[in-house]
């Protein structure tokens, strides 16, 4: 059997038992949604915010990438996939925060950290290697820190959620909105292999 | 309460229950994924891949961003966020079958079959008009063939479908492994209203 | 809602749930079906024989028409439904029981036991009244001696069983099998009201 | 222990679960049914209409006999069990749907496809091979198109329903309600190996 054959599979559960459980919600559902939280978390198998956050159907505007970066603001043209899924969830669906979500053992930091990718080329590492350039400053810092062991991972862990919340403060809509106290941005990290969740407090994460 | 106490509350009730149930998959889990499936789907609320086929974490690796849309291969420099992440999932993890997954009432189809974000500037609805740019070619054959009503908004939807498996057909190490039989690109579209999904099946779709 | 929406709603419960449960049992069974027994039920909405015996899919093989009736053996042509799927059971699945099973408050039954539908034309009442036709010997027999009130409608019930039974035999098919103890034929009444089942046993019905 | 031994201890089960749990809905029952949809099902073990739809004790009138047919309206005398049943469905019952479902891997359809069971003789096939006559004008046309294999069987099982409802048509009782938009007819066929279900959409069948 096909991997697609057990989404498939999933889904005939899903819809036959949660869907017609909650099946006005599903109806109300289909007239918009209105969430007021959005979350930008890694594209990891392991990491489901829906799961790690017990969220339900319209909750959550949801934007997973390699690392849950944010690129800074660039007005050129050009295809920008999170800066578009910012722009929509604060200026037209008008959520009230956003949150980072990092986790332990990423891929995508550890590549930053370690150089792994280092003269890659696309279509063999080469396009991570310019996305997780996004996290080039962090990397220096961190390393002559805390080195590029385990210690260096969890640094550039947290430190890759304080990227994201910096380079999204360059975006004009977010910042003007930020300073009037209409929208606030969080950061996380869950540490998969002990399930804990480290939350961004001021300056320093602790644990939730 | 605030909206990401809501979520930290959400946070305690899964470690106090699933987390704890499948402790040891989650030991395991901390060593590393490896997933078979991609999924990419929309930032919308509504739509979360994980409940929709019912999976379990360490099953997907899942890209969400407005529209569920993948930009065509790009060389040039920049940050491409959904190349690097379909770069890693297939190159790395090797992933052997790819999903995009469309949904039903879908805000960024609707701006790009109405046109009702033209002439916006960045920070006021032009980063997603720059992003549904991707749809311009669909939506003209759509809309000439089905109007921008509701029977144009379901047609698009499907094409929107169409066009990301297209565009990442561009990617040659995407192309190669689907030739070599290694990689499959599927489509289908959730329709939130009625909880019916309907796959991609050769050239048309057709109710799961 | 129409209620073929309803019983849509039913399958993908059971789809989503008992189907997947049973993957492997539904695969063997898609290779063909090998009951040992067969039941005769009537159409009525509250006896279905697989709620009452708790059967699994591919244990038994049942018709179900009005009064859980079987005519008796007529060679000329036309089209026999219960005539075939006793021969079908018998000579080609053969099966080694029949159970008919009568049940309390059957409307049929209670047709013939009060002439209600005496004189009635096909389309309204006709082809009914033609069919408990079968049964018009033992309902002379029973009311004779209960009346056509409750006693008399319990009597004929049985009875029922008794001339479903008797037709059979007229069946060389059947009857040959029966002589030969490789084929039984069973007889039971479910009493909706106080869920109580009345099993033939020799000339007489007793509680199971 | 035999056969009809399993049946009782599975009744057992029932009365000791079930009924209980539902009494008081069994006291209504037996004052009388009222279902709203009647369902011409075929006798196989593997397609009970209560489990693939889910239904509940009252809901539905069931009709079982080889291959879900219904002969078209006779009105000469003999006994005329779906005639019957449908009749006192509509008339009595006033059902305001009926469904005819169809199966994957059906016997009957298959022996009217290949002629398996030609010149067989009564008590060795002929009963069906008499019943299943009613499929020769369709089996005739799905051969010369698709042939006698799976794709000929499949498309044999559909327009086996196909026939039963034009069939269904024929009686002036059932055509004059249709007609008056008070009862509908629908077809569906269950496809035991994947457990697909296919419902009849105007003219053709399409995954429900």
Redesign the interface.
């Known amino acids: 059997m096909?991997?697609?054959e057990n989404?498939?599979?999933?889904?005939?559960?899903?819809?036959?038992?949660?869907?017609?459980k909650e099946r006005e919600r599903?109806?109300e559902?289909?007239?918009?949604?209105s969430?007021?939280?959005?979350i930008i978390a890694c594209?990891?198998?392991?990491?489901?915010p829906?799961?790690?956050?017990?969220?339900h159907?319209?909750?959550?505007?949801?934007?997973?990438?390699?690392a849950n970066?944010v690129?800074p603001?660039e007005?050129g043209?050009?295809?920008?996939?999170?800066?578009?899924?910012?722009?929509?969830?604060v200026?037209?669906l008008k959520v009230?925060?956003i949150?980072v979500l990092g986790h332990?053992?990423c891929?995508?930091v550890n590549a930053a950290l370690t150089g792994s990718l280092a003269d890659s080329v696309?279509?063999?590492?080469?396009?991570?290697l310019?996305?997780?350039?996004?996290l080039d400053e962090a990397r220096d810092k961190v390393v002559a820190e805390h080195g590029t062991g385990p210690e260096g991972q969890r640094a550039l862990e947290e430190e890759c959620v304080r990227v994201s919340i910096a380079n999204m403060m360059t975006?004009?809509?977010i910042s003007e909105r930020v300073d009037a106290g209409k929208l606030?941005l969080?950061g996380a990290v869950f540490a998969?292999?002990d399930?804990k969740?480290r939350?961004l407090e001021g300056e320093r994460f602790a644990n939730?």
């Open positions: 096909s991997n697609f989404l498939i599979e999933g889904y005939y559960r899903f819809r036959g038992t949660e869907w017609q599903w109806t559902l289909a007239a918009g949604q969430p007021k939280v959005m594209s990891d198998s392991r990491v489901d829906s799961t790690i956050f017990g969220t159907p319209g909750e959550v505007f949801v934007v997973r990438n390699v970066l690129p603001c007005n043209g050009g295809y920008h996939g999170v800066s578009a899924a910012i722009e929509f969830a200026t037209k009230e925060e949150v332990g053992a891929g995508g696309h279509g063999d590492g080469g396009f991570v310019d996305w997780i350039g996004l975006f004009p809509f606030k969080r998969i292999a399930g969740l939350v939730a």
